[in-house]
């Protein structure tokens, strides 16, 4: 059954008050077209806060084509969160290829997180955000991440809202604790990610002052966007 994003709306709340009949985005509508799917079909929705739809294609207009809710399910709520700092590498491809592969695997928030030794100074949130909208869909998945706008290392640093588990991925040889062996399952984590260059000492020592413990993600020398996604893997294992 076919997937579509319906976004700004809790599907479980619309449906519980009656409110069945919607109306589908733009790109949504274009891609009923592109299926060739015809009034009466089923498909499936997710608002990507949780929910899915069943639902039935009322109106397949290419522009705004108009679905019936006929039953909605709630996702259960993950026991713990799991945000990423990364920051963007010089090849865009490769920082969209990990924000593709953590929303398949698991990952509640993204943040961008320009360094000292950044090469990326730019980046397209809204692009970021379609491509996890494809990722969720393709997936299956009912949850969709949260992808912050970018921060300045030392912003974050000064961030009054972060989770307890802190950590930071930092390639140094008197590094010796892995992240498996560091983070305890159903906690709320940040873990940070630095550039091609790694973090610069300033930061590694700022982090250290705001509570982050550094960790090996193994013996590999990793790239960035493999870094990330190996850390993402590796809270989502020691949560199953």
């Known amino acids: ?60 207009n290419p522009k705004k084509s108009t679905v019936m809710l006929t039953a909605v399910t709630a996702e259960p709520v993950k026991p713990f969160r799991l945000a990423i700092a990364v920051a963007p590498t010089k090849n865009i491809a490769r920082y969209e290829w990990f924000i593709e592969k953590a929303t398949e695997i698991g990952i509640d928030e ?3 997180l320009y360094c000292d030794h950044s090469e990326r100074e730019r980046l397209r949130v809204d692009r970021l955000e379609k491509v996890a909208v494809s990722a969720m869909k393709q997936s299956l998945k009912a949850w969709i991440p949260k992808i912050h706008e970018p921060v300045s290392f030392s912003d974050l640093m000064l961030s009054k809202n972060l989770p307890d588990a802190l950590f930071m991925a930092w390639i140094d040889d008197n590094v010796t604790l892995h992240l498996k062996d560091a983070y305890t399952s159903g906690k709320d984590v940040l873990v940070l990610i630095g550039p091609e260059g790694d973090f610069s000492k300033s930061e590694v020592a700022s982090a250290k002052d705001r509570g982050f413990v550094p960790v090996s993600l193994g013996k590999s020398r990793l790239r960035t966007e493999t870094a990330a996604l190996s850390a993402c893997m590796i809270v989502n294992l020691l949560n199953e």
Request: glycine share 8%; hydrophobic share 40%.
């Open 1 to 60: 059954m076919h997937l579509f994003y319906h976004p700004g709306i809790n599907l479980l709340k619309s449906f519980s008050t009656g409110d069945i009949h919607h109306q589908l985005t733009d790109v949504e509508s274009a891609h009923i077209k592109v299926m060739r799917l015809k009034p009466g079909d089923k498909v499936k929705l997710t608002d990507g806060i949780g929910n899915f739809a069943d639902a039935l294609l009322e109106d397949a």
């Open 110 to 112: 993204i943040i961008p």
